[in-house]
T-cell receptor, first 112, second 113 residues
Framework: DAKTTQPPSMDCAEGRAANLPCNHS???????VYWYRQIHSQGPQYIIH???NNETNEMASLIITEDRKSSTLILPHATLRDTAVYYC?????????????FGKGTKLSVIP | ETGVTQTPRHLVMGMTNKKSLKCEQH?????MYWYKQSAKKPLELMFV???????ENNSVPSRFSPECPNSSHLFLHLHTLQPEDSALYLC????????????FGEGSWLTVV
């Protein structure tokens, strides 16, 4: 699986958009970008994933650059409950992959 | 509620004890996983089961013994653990057609004394 690079921590004011960057310059053509988050003392939670196109769901938006070497997770209106560690993971989601490899992620603190 | 249930949520055991962690998923998934999360370290994948067959064992010491009787249940049997094995143990599951979409349980906090 390709390696990802994320800033260790970020702050965001409550109600503002949180933009979390991720670099994955060695991503290959069949690898997807997945985002998970882990609220303190809980299991990780899936947020969103994409291959080439930008994606949006009820939780967040995912913007992937045209060369696919980086992406940004956007939480449009951050709340205090969005304080968590956010993980960007690149993986081949096809058969035989079997595993997600978590890095250290970005610790997002939403400030009142 | 993620559909993946782990018990117990908290466990304290001595180094000579034998205990087990249990995981059950109600999602109809075929793959199940054990992850370990130690303080200030990334999640580490321990074991992977696909249709009850173990497909991954990431160099985990034999004092950790997994068991997967069917696609819905996964156990982690613990014996003669060390204090450094104290950690959050997370169970997860996924559907074989989309391995990246993984559902995690709340975890079992293990303290070895």
């Amino acid at each position: 699986d390709a390696k990802t690079t994320q800033p260790p921590s970020m702050d965001c004011a409550e109600g503002r958009a949180a933009n979390l960057p991720c670099n994955h310059s060695t991503i290959s053509g069949n690898e997807y970008v997945y985002w998970y988050r882990q609220i303190h003392s809980q299991g990780p939670q899936y947020i969103i994933h994409g291959l080439k196109n930008n994606e949006t769901n009820e939780m967040a938006s995912l913007i992937i650059t045209e060369d696919r070497k980086s992406s940004t997770l956007i939480l449009p209106h951050a709340t205090l409950r969005d304080t968590a560690v956010y993980y960007c993971i690149v993986t081949n989601s096809g058969a035989g992959s079997y595993q997600l490899t978590f890095g250290k992620g970005t610790k997002l603190s939403v400030i009142p | 509620e993620t559909g993946v249930t782990q018990t117990p949520r908290h466990l304290v055991m001595g180094m000579t004890n034998k205990k087990s962690l249990k995981c059950e998923q109600h999602l109809g998934h075929n793959a199940m996983y054990w992850y370990k999360q130690s303080a200030k370290k990334p999640l580490e994948l321990m074991f992977v089961y696909n249709f009850k067959e173990q497909t991954e064992n990431n160099s985990v010491p034999s004092r950790f013994s997994p068991e997967c009787p069917n696609s819905s249940h996964l156990f982690l049997h613990l014996h003669t653990l060390q204090p450094e094995d104290s950690a959050l143990y997370l169970c997860a599951s996924s559907l074989g057609t989309e391995w990246g979409l993984v559902y995690f349980g709340e975890g079992s906090w293990l303290t070895v004394v």
